[in-house]
Structures are given as C-alpha cells and as structure tokens.
C-alpha cells in the first residue's frame, strides 16, 4: 500500500509570495494521488487529482501540481498567496486495493498566510 | 445537488454510551466511505460501501464499531460504548465508480466527543 509523507506540518508565507507545500509517496507502482483542503471544522475538498494523465496537473483556487516519478513528489504550488488560502493541505493516494479506493492520507501541512 | 452531508455535526456523549451517525452521500453515488480525523493528523480509512454490501473494514474498526448501508443509499456508523480514545472527527465520502480511480467526496464531517 502506498504511504504518503508531507514535509513540514506548518508552512508560513506571505501575501503575494510562492505556496510550495510538498508532498511524497511510497510504491513502486505510481498510484492516483489527490491533494484536499481543509477550512476549520469543514470536511475536505478536493483541489486537484493526477491520475496519470498529465504530470503537470492544474486545480481550483490556482493550484496545481506537479508529478515527478524520478522524485516520487507531487508537490503542491500556487504563484501568488491569498489570504483565503490559509487551511490545512492533505495529500492522499488511492490504496489500489482490489475491493476499493481507500485513501491513504499525510498528517497535513497548516499554511499561514502573513498580510 | 447538495453534496455529501452527515449529520449531527457535534455529538458530546459519555464514556460508555452509544452514538449513530448518519451520512448521506451525493445521489447516484455508488461507493461511500468512513474515515475518522484525530487532532493533527490526516483522514484515517474506516470502512467503505459499494452499494449496499461492505466490501473492506480497516483494523481501526473495533468489534464496537458497526456501519451499515441499507438500501444503498444512506448510511449509519454506530459506536458502542463509547471511549475517550473514540473522539474524533468521523468523515464520510461518496463517490461514483468509473474505470481507474474515483474521486471521493466529502461530508463536513460529524465531530464526536466523548467525557
């Protein structure tokens, strides 16, 4: 099953400034990966998913991500920080189960938006 | 479409009592999906529907826990005397099976809390 590792639970940038938020996965065999968003005491919402289609990989809110094999990566960028976007970051794999497509989810990352 | 709702969206109850939770998933939705969220980390996989059968339960899911879907539309996850470990953020997903993988979406969640 794939593992999913996000570095940095909290990342702080400034209004206007670059969003990396990254993320890596553990399998020999690249698996579907999401990233969600989560507001306070929201469920998740779904930004973008690569489903192997694409590498480069373009989602709500001006985000996108890009799929690197060579790296096992699929970080998560954004040119210019809003406000708005101020929550919590999930990364996910799909478990390539034979009866389902549980998600397999990193601990998160906590983006700060500084005015 | 509404989406994908739960209801309650807070349950405080006491050690020892049994809580239900409902879900409703968005309309035509064939597969639904339970995760529980602790504090600080990511979605972790309960249990998942496709239909109304229950094809996969993770080992997170104790004796104590029960989900059903009877008709394969609403479902309900039961826990039975309750613990402090029990308190979590409880999210269903629903989702509409498709060739490679699906996306799963969410509910605001049922946020439980157990004294």
């Known amino acids: 099953a794939q593992s999913v590792t996000q570095l940095g639970s909290h990342v702080s940038v400034s209004e206007g400034a670059l969003v990396l938020l990254r993320c890596n996965y553990s399998?020999?065999?690249?698996?579907?990966l999401f990233w969600y968003v989560q507001y306070p005491n929201q469920g998740l919402q779904l930004l973008l998913k690569?489903?192997?289609?694409?590498?480069l990989v373009k989602g709500i809110n001006g985000f996108e991500a890009e799929f690197k094999k060579s790296e096992t990566s699929f970080h998560l960028t954004k040119p210019s920080a809003h406000m708005s976007d101020a929550a919590e970051y999930f990364c996910?794999?799909?478990?390539?189960?034979?009866?389902?497509?549980?998600?397999?989810f990193g601990k998160g990352t906590s983006l700060l938006v500084t005015p | 479409d509404t989406g994908v709702s739960q209801d309650p969206r807070h349950k405080i109850t006491k050690r020892g009592q049994n809580v239900t939770f409902r879900c409703d998933p968005i309309?035509?939705?064939?597969?639904l999906y339970w995760y529980r969220q602790t504090l600080g980390q990511g979605p972790e996989f309960l249990t998942y529907?496709?239909?109304?059968?229950?094809?996969?339960k993770s080992r997170l899911l104790s004796d104590r826990f029960s989900a059903e879907r009877p008709k394969g539309s609403f479902s309900t996850l039961e826990i039975q005397r309750t613990e402090q470990g029990d308190s979590a953020m409880y999210l269903c997903?629903?989702?509409?099976?498709?060739?490679?993988?699906?996306?799963?979406?969410f509910g605001p969640g049922t946020r439980l809390t157990v004294l």
């Open positions: 399998s020999s065999v690249p698996p579907y």
């Open positions: 997903a629903s989702s509409l099976a498709s060739s490679g993988t699906d996306t799963q979406y």
């Open positions: 529907f496709q239909n109304e059968a229950q094809l996969e």
């Open positions: 996910a794999a799909d478990t390539n189960s034979n009866s389902g497509y549980a998600l397999n």
């Open positions: 309309s035509e939705h064939n597969r």
């Open positions: 690569y489903t192997s289609a694409a590498t």
